[in-house]
């Protein structure tokens, strides 16, 4: 029998660390929801001792996650591993992870410590955190940069403490597959007890090589890898999960081993966690991007249509796209709708969130004859996050003109706080005078940083997604919108961003 790669999941805990993807505590809860469905092994749910509400968070998702191994991250000190040991402990099965700098950069120039006092913090952090439990995670930060003799010595040290988890985290994307390959050989060939430990890898991508550094890790025996929905992270993100998941069970023929991720939550959680944290994923992203499956050339297409492998390694449906497969109209009732969401792995928290996700179904249904499961995806966002926020700002109507040689005008209603307000203006596009005419009204004084906008699904009747990032006060937030109208979307998006810069819901890594 081959042997199982452990996938743990730092999607609420890296990935929360990229810029304006902070999340709530309902959407750390929503996460982990789906990522138990998908069978992740080990779901990291935060920093407990970074925030009061990250505490929370993290103990939230203890206690509601059964089959998956619920993870906190503590800095190598009594304090952080206590938060950490109390936010995991109602989970059915807890995890601490401990990480201290090994470099000699990180250990002269960042915690001005000697080599020798991190391998004692080192030590006294593993033995203090096995007070707690006997699933002790240790990484070593910064291993990518390390000395290998040095690695060694603080491995060999908490090893003896009764680590049962070794992760090497290759904290700045600098290594290359053949380097991290050889480094995860040489560390369990060089420490004694090394087969009493399960090897862990963590990888950064800004060489772009994170998951081909973890699967050269793979291939060279570590047995849990590090990941993230969509790639998400610090800087450039980390290794993605749905491409080491696919990468490892594609080449079978390659690999020693095998997840037991069900593959078809993969497309439903890429799409959850773009929702939620704003950061729409690029079309041509293996596996989940919009065009992974399509075939545009002819040749191509002629191709699939004789023999599907020709040009396919990997079905779209076993990876959970629906092939934008008609599932409801105008004409469908409550309770197919109900029935959809729960196919599709969504829970609504209440009674009126359905009925409210219902009102804007239909909506929706009105503009657009055929309902993908993508678009009611993007519908159930869009309202939870109404949910979660409590909605300061709404759209009430918007009205936009452009006409060639004039320039585009719109004219705006919103809500605040229940009070109806309408500005008017001009701008460069129906676009840039609606944000404008908002902006009239609420002056908020924010920086717009991004703005990007992807179709839903095919053809020009699909929802255009669009996503705007806001930037106020060293706060980050990214604002998302769907509607069939991206004039509209984007209105959307940018009350949403505007939304959450207000909330007084704690988002819980705000950047600041
Ligand atoms: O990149 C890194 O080194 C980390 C550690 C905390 C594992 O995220
Ligand atoms: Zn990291």
């Known amino acids: 029998m081959k042997d199982r790669l452990i996938i743990f999941d730092t999607t609420m805990r890296d990935g929360e660390q990229s810029p304006g993807a902070s999340m709530t505590r309902e959407e750390k809860l929503r996460i982990g929801r789906q990522l138990e469905r998908m069978r992740v092994d080990v779901i990291e749910a935060g920093f407990p001792a970074s925030s009061p509400g990250d505490f929370e968070a993290v103990r939230a998702v203890a206690l509601a996650i059964k089959d998956s191994t619920v993870c906190g991250l ?198 959850l966690v773009s929702g939620i944290t704003g950061f729409p994923v690029q079309p041509n992203k293996a596996i989940v991007g919009a065009n992974a499956f399509a075939h545009e050339a002819g040749i191509h297409q002629d191709g699939v249509l004789k023999s599907r492998e020709t040009y396919e390694i990997m079905r779209a449906e076993d990876v959970g796209w629906s092939q934008n497969k008609l599932v409801l109209g105008k004409h469908s009732g409550r309770n197919a709708f109900r029935q959809r969401l729960k ?105 717009l940083q991004l703005y990007s906008v992807n179709a839903i699904t095919t053809g020009t009747e699909s929802q255009g997604e669009v996503t705007v990032r806001l930037q106020k006060g060293g706060r980050i937030v990214n604002g998302l919108g769907a509607d069939t109208d991206i004039v509209v979307a984007s209105a959307k998006a940018y009350l949403s961003a505007l939304n959450k810069l207000k909330s007084k819901v704690e988002r819980i890594n705000p950047q600041m």
């Open 74 to 271: 503590a800095r190598a000190n009594d304090r952080d591993i206590s938060r950490a040991a109390e936010a995991v402990a109602p989970a059915k099965s807890s995890r601490i992870h401990i990480f201290i700098a090994t470099s000699p950069i990180h250990m002269e120039r960042k915690l001005r410590l000697t080599p020798e006092q991190v391998l004692t913090e080192a030590v006294n952090a593993a033995r203090f955190a096995r007070r707690f439990t006997d699933d002790v995670e240790f990484s070593p930060e910064d291993a990518g940069r390390s000395e290998p003799d040095f690695l060694c010595r603080v491995l060999e040290a908490v090893i003896a403490e009764g680590v049962k988890t070794i992760n090497i985290p290759d904290t700045v994307g600098y290594t290359v597959p053949e380097q991290f390959g050889a480094l995860i050989r040489t560390l369990r060939e060089r420490i004694p007890d090394s087969d009493k430990v399960v090897w862990s890898v963590h990888c950064h991508n800004d060489l772009g090589l994170a998951v081909a550094n973890s699967l050269a890790a793979v291939m060279n025996g570590a047995r849990q890898i590090e990941c993230t929905v969509n790639g998400l992270g610090e800087r450039a993100g980390n290794a993605s999960l749905e491409e080491v998941v696919m990468a490892v069970r594609t080449r079978q023929d390659i690999f020693p081993c095998d997840t037991r991720i069900d593959a078809t939550q993969i497309v439903p959680a890429s799409r």
């Open 343 to 447: 196919e599709l792995g969504i829970e609504l928290d209440s009674e009126e969130a359905v009925n409210a996700a219902f009102v804007r179904f239909k909506d929706l249904a009105d503009k657009k004859h055929e309902i993908f499961d993508e678009d009611l995806q993007a519908l159930v966002t869009d309202e939870a996050h109404a949910h979660d926020q409590g909605e300061r700002y709404r759209l009430v109507s918007l009205t936009a003109h452009s006409e060639t040689g004039e320039t585009p005008y719109a004219r705006i209603v919103i809500s605040e706080d229940g009070g109806e307000k309408r500005a008017e203006a001009r701008g460069s596009g129906p676009v840039d005078a609606s944000l404008k005419a908002i902006e009239i009204i609420v002056n908020s004084g924010a920086e």
